[in-house]
């Protein structure tokens, strides 16, 4: 065994296999991989080989494309059979909802250059000849979806890997790592120590107990599941005998199973609601190549519906019942990238669609650690989307929620119930006594919108318009015609001191800092150019500075700070030690004016000031700013000030007709001025320039991404970020919501990144980016709506005081 290398993989399955390879491809060939049994001993030996293009996200969409495509160059390079079926699948729709998410599933993929085909239940029945067509009212079909052989690909990476210098140790247990103060690691093995500059986590099933081997608590759980294979049947013959191919693969969502030929006869598995985890504490080390006890019982709810689905499966004898465990994150998706505060430390776990996954898993996770960058979006998988706050517990409930939700509908309104309120503020229940209905985002419950006095506070989940309709309506008219109040502790604050802060903080960002007591709008890039982050700075001294961001990249955009930081400069997240709220409309001054003694007329504290004064007795920094466009104070406090400061203010504004206004009524308010946002508009996919953040960009001093930013404005960006306005349709209309095509001419051109209704100004906008020769003023479009392409006319500037004058008034 080697006594150091650059790279040491923890754990032998899909995951490690491709991350180890994926290293060798970008040219690190100090590597080396230990596993504790074999290859593929965790979750990776018994998994069904499924695979498909399809994701929610569609940067995972790409990186699946990516590892569907990757496994016949494998195959080829290693010699080694990776048991590849390309038979199609088809997602079978039962009820209206199901068939127009098909219909948005279909319209992001093309966009992904995927070519798949919504068909009726008659012509799905002739590819699957099984199904019993009066349960479906349609399809979409996918030509890309298969299956492979789980081990033949593992061992297809790891002989790649090797023959490019990597080594693999089996029979090697990882029982200890220890951090040097240098950075690097001690791997501690039952056979000996190996010094790793950097160590991955790709211990799957155990990759939280590896992770604890390094102080860490990582979100992830393992559930058990199940599928049978059936004997022979006399049906797939007959269907194999008449088109000389394999049946295509069958995902019935109403019956919460997946189904395929598996040899001769079928493979079905469930997602079922009576899920168990495995090993909610702790997984054990004997646990080797096994399998858990089946439980029929479990599993015979969706057993029955499929039986009435397929009905020629009820009569099939049953060969064997698979349970095996596998993990998940939170949310369903992988954890990937450096661990936040842990130098050198990598993960690539929680994946749960291994095969599916693994190989845009190893090839981000590579370019990263070789490059810094991990080369594409992936947010959706970033380990840093998740906080301290996602515990043990948490963890357990949101997984077995995911889990149980595997083949339903999550809507775009929709808000998931599981291991929640978590984190609150301290107004959590003055805003609840207002009949708040809540959202969460990283872990923080912030206020949708206020329901109507006596009526429940509970949104119905839809694709078109809701129950919160006229009532967000009727909040956006507060803000613009008298003035609203809202809870904005859901961004990320920061703050940075020390001496050298300024210059540091201009080294990394786009604009100029602004003067002591101002705040203004900078975007953060990477070397190549792209946007790390937007930020509000203010600047309250020389060398003393808050940063406002979007929460859930809080521990994203504190990795990114962290890892730049400077010599004498500090760097603090504040987490909820700094909470707000947020007065917004034409009344808004004379509100806080009537609570402090500082003056607010314009000459004395203009739009973008920020200062420190007192509200009431409540000591506060203030922003003369606010995301609804309108006269407006973002004021920041202590959270033991923050119900003082809301009965303060509610108190007030009674006077001046103040109304309560949540993040729904903020998202249409921000539309009709034309406010972009984090991870819709501004994303590490897109340019500034692309962004059109010309405002926040100046090329009068050094920062990172400079060079890059030149050399675009030059040439001129490819594509950019357009503004719509939309015509839905009339008798059952429909926002956007994200990631829909938007079509020119009969091709799709461009995508939707994110758009609302705007009710104050009665329009339906929406945000996308479209080819640069394109994005005139005036040009017309069609933005492809649950299955409708609506026209869609580009617009030169907000719809609403596009001089800005009501936030400067
Ligand atoms: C019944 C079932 C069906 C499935 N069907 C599909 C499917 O159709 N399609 C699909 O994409 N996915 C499927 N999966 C999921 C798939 O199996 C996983 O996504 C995949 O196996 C994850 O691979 P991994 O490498 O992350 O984890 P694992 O396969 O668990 O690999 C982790 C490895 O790390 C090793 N290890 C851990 N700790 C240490 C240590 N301390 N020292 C040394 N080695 C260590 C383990 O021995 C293990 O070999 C299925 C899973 C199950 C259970």
Redesign the pocket.
């Known amino acids: 065994m080697k006594a150091s290398a650059q790279v040491v993989v923890?754990?032998?399955?899909?995951?490690?296999?491709s991350v180890l390879y994926h290293l060798t491809e970008m040219g690190w060939t100090d590597v080396v991989l230990?596993?504790?049994?074999e290859?593929?001993?965790?979750?990776?030996?018994?998994?069904?080989?499924?695979?498909h293009t399809l994701n929610g996200d569609p940067n995972v969409a790409k990186l699946q494309q990516y590892t569907v495509n990757l496994y016949r160059e494998i195959e080829q390079r290693s010699g080694q059979d990776c048991g590849i079926h390309m038979p199609g699948g088809l997602m079978l729709a039962d009820d209206r909802e199901r068939m127009d998410w098909l219909r948005m599933a279909q319209a992001r993929g093309r966009y992904l250059g995927m070519d798949m085909e919504i068909i009726s239940a008659a012509e799905a029945k002739e590819l699957f000849p099984l199904l019993a067509e009066q349960h479906f009212i349609g399809a979409l079909f996918d030509p890309a979806e298969g299956?492979v052989d789980?081990t033949g690909v593992t061992r297809a990476y790891a002989i790649c890997a090797r023959q490019a210098g990597a080594e693999i140790y089996q029979n090697?247990?990882?029982?200890d790592l220890r951090q040097r103060p240098d950075g690097t690691w001690d791997v501690i093995?039952d056979s000996g120590e190996i010094h790793a500059e950097h160590i991955v986590n790709?211990?799957?099933?155990?990759?939280r107990?590896?992770g604890r081997?390094a102080g860490l608590e990582l979100p992830v759980l393992a559930m058990e599941?199940?599928?049978l294979i059936t004997e022979d049947m006399e049906e797939v013959a007959e269907y194999n005998a008449a088109t000389g191919h394999e049946l295509p693969m069958g995902l019935d969502f109403s019956g919460e199973n997946y189904i395929r030929q598996e040899r001769g006869g079928i493979l079905l598995?469930t997602y079922e609601q009576a899920c168990v985890p495995w090993s909610p504490r702790e997984a054990p080390w004997t646990f080797d190549k096994q399998l858990l006890t089946p439980d029929l019982d479990r599993i015979s709810p969706s057993l029955e519906i499929a039986f009435k689905h397929y009905p020629a499966l009820a009569d099939a004898g049953i060969k064997t019942v698979?349970?095996?465990?596998?993990?998940f994150a939170p949310d369903g998706n992988p954890l990937v990238g450096p661990v936040p505060g842990l130098r050198n430390c990598w993960v690539?776990?929680a994946?749960?669609?291994?095969?599916?996954?693994?190989g845009g898993v190893g090839l981000t996770l590579a370019r990263w650690m070789v490059d810094g960058d991990p080369g594409e979006d992936i947010w959706a998988m970033d380990v840093a989307r998740y906080g301290d706050w996602a515990s043990l517990a948490y963890t357990n409930a949101k997984v077995r929620e995911n889990y149980s939700r595997r083949f339903r509908i999550t809507f775009p309104n929709e808000e998931l119930p599981a291991g929640r309120p978590l984190h609150t503020t301290p107004v959590y229940d003055r805003l609840t006594d207002h009949n708040a209905v809540w959202g969460a985002g990283y872990g923080l419950e912030h206020p949708l919108w206020f329901q109507r006095p006596g009526e429940e506070p509970r949104e119905d989940v839809t694709f078109r318009r809701s129950n919160a309709f006229p009532v967000v309506a009727d909040e956006c008219a507060t803000v613009r015609e008298r003035v609203g109040l809202t809870e904005c502790s859901n961004f990320a604050k920061y703050r940075v001191t020390g001496a050298g802060s300024a210059e540091w903080l201009q080294g990394l960002f786009t604009n100029r800092l602004p003067r002591a007591g101002r705040i203004n709008l900078t975007a953060a890039l990477d070397p190549s150019g792209h946007i790390v982050g937007e930020f509000s700075v203010a600047r309250v001294g020389t060398d003393d500075f808050f940063l406002f961001g979007s929460q859930i990249a809080e521990a994203h955009h504190s990795r990114w700070f962290r890892g730049h930081l400077a010599d004498g400069v500090r760097f603090d997240a504040l987490g909820l030690s700094l909470v707000g709220l947020s007065l917004a409309g034409p009344g808004a001054r004379d509100v806080l004016q009537s609570v402090t003694g500082a003056s607010l007329a314009t000459a004395d504290y203009p739009f973008m000031a920020f200062r420190r004064i007192d509200v009431g007795m409540i000591p506060a920094y203030v922003g003369r700013m606010t995301y609804t466009g309108d006269l407006g104070y973002e004021i920041w406090v202590a959270p033991e000030y923050q119900r003082a400061l809301f009965d303060l203010l509610w108190q007030a504004g009674q006077p001046h007709g103040i109304g309560l206004f949540g993040f729904r009524a903020l998202m249409s308010l921000r539309m009709e001025k034309m406010f972009g946002t984090w991870f819709r508009e501004y994303r590490p996919i897109y340019t500034p320039a692309e962004a059109q953040m010309h405002r926040s960009l100046k090329l009068d001093h050094d920062f990172i991404g400079r060079a890059a930013v030149e050399a675009e404005l030059e040439r001129g960006p490819a594509r950019t970020l357009g503004y719509f306005e939309v015509d839905p349709d009339p008798a059952e209309p429909a926002d956007v919501v994200g990631d829909e095509p938007i079509w020119h001419d009969g091709a799709v051109v461009g995508w939707v990144t994110s758009g609302a209704y705007a009710h104050y100004s009665r329009r339906s906008l929406a945000f996308g980016y479209v080819p640069s020769e394109l994005a005139m003023p005036g040009a017309t479009f069609e933005v492809e709506i649950i299955g409708q392409r609506r026209p869609a006319r580009l617009l030169a500037e907000p719809v609403l005081d596009p001089a800005g004058r009501r936030m400067r008034a």
């Open positions: 923890i754990g032998g399955g899909v995951v490690g296999a230990v596993e504790r049994k290859l593929t001993a965790g979750s990776t030996w018994h998994a069904a080989g499924g695979m299956h789980p090697t247990w990882v029982s093995t790709a211990g799957g099933l155990w990759a107990e590896v081997m599941h199940m599928y598995g698979i349970n095996g465990p596998f993990t690539a776990c994946v749960m669609a291994g095969f599916s996954q693994g």
